[in-house]
DNA sequence: GGCCTTCTAAACAAGA
DNA sequence: TTCTTGTTTAGAAGGC
C-alpha cells in the first residue's frame, strides 16, 4: 500500500488537470437524472439536448458531471446498464464494447478528455460518492459491497486504485452521520455486514455538498424562502439551470414521497417535502460533510444554519446530533423525541423494526418535544389519528389520497418547472438555433 | 497559524 | 483461518 493515493502529489496533478480538462467539455449532458423508472418514463431525461448549452461558462466542473456521472444517471444508473456504465462505454481502453452509437452523446472533442477524467480521481467526495450510491439504489439502501460496486462502476478509476479506497468508504459510512446502518431484513438475515441508507436528514446537506462541490456559483440563486411551499422548493433550488442541479433536484424529486421511487425510510410520509429540514437547503457550506468531530465548530454550524435559514429546532437537534453522534454519544440529546419520531416515522426504524438504532444514542433526550417546528410530527400525527379513530378510516384514506394526488401535481409542476430551468431551455434553445439554421439555409 | 474537512492508513473486533 | 464488515484513532493535506 503505498503511503497516500488520493491525497498524494499525484492528486494533485490530477485534479487541475482535470478541471481544466473539463472546461473544454460542453458537450453532451445528462440533464435527466431519473433513475430507472423514472429515466423511461420521462423522454426529457434522454432527449434533452444540451449540445447548444452556451450558458453557465463558468460552472466548468459541471462538465466532469455530465460527461460521466450524470449520464449514468440519465441512463438509469447500474440497474439500467448491467452491461457497464457509460463511462466505460465512453472509455478509450473499454472501446472494445464500445459500439459507434454509444458515445453518440459524447461532444466530439470529448473522448480524450473523458478516457483522462475517469482516470482521474472523480471530483467528489466519499461521502457523495456514497450518497449518489445509495441514492442509486431502488431500495435507497446498499449494503458495502454494493457500494463498492457502484463506485467501481462508475468510476472505474478506483478499480485500479489501491483498496485503501474501500476503507475510506468504510470509514465514511461509519463517521458520517449522513448515512445510517440499517439492519438488514429478515430475508437477508444471513447476508454479511448491513445496509446503508442515506439519513432523511442529512439528505439536503447531501445535496447541497453534490451542488456546491461543482457548482459554487450556484448558490447565489438557491435562496430557501423563509416559509417556502412545496414547489417553490425546487424551484427555488432549480440552481441556474446547470444539469447537476437538476441533477440534485431530481434526487430531491426522486426521494420525494410522491415518487415512484421511495425511499423505503420514507415510503409513508405523504408530504415530506413539507418538512423543512428535509427542504430546505442549508446556506451554511461547513454542514456538507459535517462528520468532523470538534464540537465548536459544529456549534457555530448549527448557529449559523439555524439563523440563515428558516431550520426549526429539530434541524438544530439533528446538528447536535451529528456533532455527538460518535464520539459523545449518550452525552446529549443529539437524538431528539422529534428526531427519533421523523427517524420512525420516515421508516428508519421500520428497516430494522428489532434493530436498536446502531451507534445512537439510547437516552434520546426529550429535549425538543415541545419544539412548535414539528411538520414531521404533524404530517405523521395525522396518520395516528386517522389508526386512532378506525371509524374515520375511509375518510382519512380518501383525504389522505387527496392529499398526495395534490402532492403529485404540486411535485409535477416543479419536476416541469425545474427542467424548464435546468435543461429544457438549452434544450429548446438548441433547437431553435437548429431550427435558425435551417431556415438560414433555406 | 488555527480550524475544519477530507482522505488515507492502520489496528482491532466481530461475524460469516 | 481467511475474508469482510464495522469502528476507531491518527496523521497529512488542502481550503478558508
Not at 491525497?7 to 445528462?30: F, H, I, N, Y
Not at 471530483?123 to 441514492?135: K, T
Not at 447531501?206 to 448558490?219: E, M, N, S, W
Not at 451529528?322 to 449518550?330: H, I
Request: aromatic share 4%; proline share 7%.
Amino acid at each position: 500500500m503505498g503511503p497516500i493515493i488520493g491525497m498524494s502529489p499525484d492528486k494533485k496533478a490530477e485534479v487541475p488537470g482535470m478541471q481544466e480538462e473539463r472546461t473544454g467539455l460542453r458537450g453532451a449532458c445528462g440533464a435527466g437524472t431519473l433513475p430507472e423508472a423514472e429515466c423511461a418514463s420521462s423522454p426529457l431525461a434522454t432527449s434533452v439536448d444540451c449540445t447548444g448549452g452556451s450558458e453557465d461558462e463558468e460552472l466548468t466542473n459541471l462538465n466532469w458531471l455530465h460527461e460521466n456521472l450524470l449520464q449514468n444517471f440519465a441512463l438509469g444508473g447500474p440497474e439500467a446498464l448491467p452491461s457497464g456504465s457509460p463511462l466505460l462505454d465512453i472509455e478509450g481502453d473499454h472501446g472494445a464494447s464500445q459500439g459507434p452509437s454509444s458515445s453518440s452523446h459524447s461532444s466530439a472533442h470529448g473522448k480524450g478528455r473523458e478516457r483522462d477524467s475517469i482516470k482521474s480521481k472523480p471530483p467528489f467526495s466519499f461521502s457523495l460518492l456514497i450518497y449518489m450510491a445509495i441514492e442509486q439504489s431502488p431500495t435507497k439502501s446498499l449494503p458495502v459491497k454494493e457500494i463498492y460496486g457502484w463506485i467501481l462502476e462508475h468510476f472505474p478509476y478506483f478499480s485500479n486504485a489501491p483498496t485503501g479506497w474501500k476503507n475510506s468508504v468504510r470509514h465514511n459510512l461509519s463517521l458520517n452521520k449522513c448515512f445510517r446502518k440499517v439492519e438488514r431484513s429478515l430475508g437477508k438475515a444471513n447476508g454479511k455486514g448491513s445496509l446503508w441508507c442515506v439519513d432523511p436528514e442529512y439528505r439536503p446537506n447531501l445535496i447541497q455538498a453534490l451542488r456546491k462541490q461543482h457548482f459554487p456559483t450556484a448558490d447565489a440563486f438557491c435562496t430557501p424562502p423563509a416559509s417556502p411551499p412545496r414547489h417553490l422548493f425546487l424551484q427555488g433550488c432549480s440552481f441556474k439551470e446547470s444539469d447537476i442541479d437538476a441533477a440534485t433536484a431530481m434526487m430531491l424529486l426522486n426521494s420525494a414521497p410522491g415518487h415512484h421511487h421511495h425511499d423505503p425510510c420514507d415510503s409513508d410520509t405523504p408530504l415530506d417535502l413539507s418538512q423543512p429540514h428535509s427542504v430546505l437547503v442549508s446556506s451554511d457550506p461547513k454542514q456538507d460533510h459535517n462528520y468532523s468531530s470538534s464540537s465548536s465548530a459544529g456549534l457555530q454550524r448549527c448557529s449559523s444554519r439555524s439563523s440563515s435559514s428558516s431550520l426549526s429546532s429539530l434541524d438544530e437537534g439533528a446538528c447536535e446530533r451529528g456533532q455527538s453522534r460518535r464520539r459523545r454519544a449518550g452525552s446529549e440529546g443529539f437524538h431528539s423525541d422529534e428526531d427519533s419520531d421523523l427517524w420512525d416515522e420516515r421508516g428508519g426504524r421500520r428497516c430494522h423494526p428489532a434493530a436498536p438504532a446502531p451507534r445512537r444514542s439510547p437516552s434520546s433526550s426529550a429535549s425538543s418535544a415541545s419544539s412548535p417546528s414539528s411538520s414531521s410530527s404533524s404530517s405523521t400525527s395525522s396518520v395516528s389519528n386517522s389508526s386512532s379513530a378506525t371509524a374515520k378510516r375511509p375518510a382519512a384514506k380518501r383525504a389522505r389520497l387527496e392529499v398526495k394526488l395534490e402532492l403529485d401535481e404540486e411535485l409535477k409542476e416543479a419536476a416541469g418547472s425545474l427542467l424548464h430551468l435546468a435543461g429544457i431551455r438549452s434544450c429548446t434553445e438548441a433547437s431553435k438555433r437548429v431550427k435558425s439554421k435551417r431556415h438560414s439555409r433555406k
